[in-house]
């Protein structure tokens, strides 16, 4: 007959080990999606129609 024992301790290594995974994913995908991109984006969008609008009711 096999043995039917389970090892808790591997089931907790286990989950601890993705749990740390999955804290180090969520921090890193975090910082890539920095809104600072298409916040420049706008200023500089909004920048050229005034300078263009400025120029054109000169």
Do not use: W, Y
């Amino acid at each position: 007959m096999s043995d039917q024992h389970i090892d808790p301790a591997g089931n907790t290594q286990q989950f601890r080990a993705f749990a740390q995974r999955s804290e180090q994913e969520i921090s890193s995908n975090h910082r890539k999606k920095s809104p600072l991109l298409p916040i420049i984006a706008v200023v500089v969008v909004i920048a050229v129609i005034g300078v263009a609008a400025f120029l054109l009711l000169k």
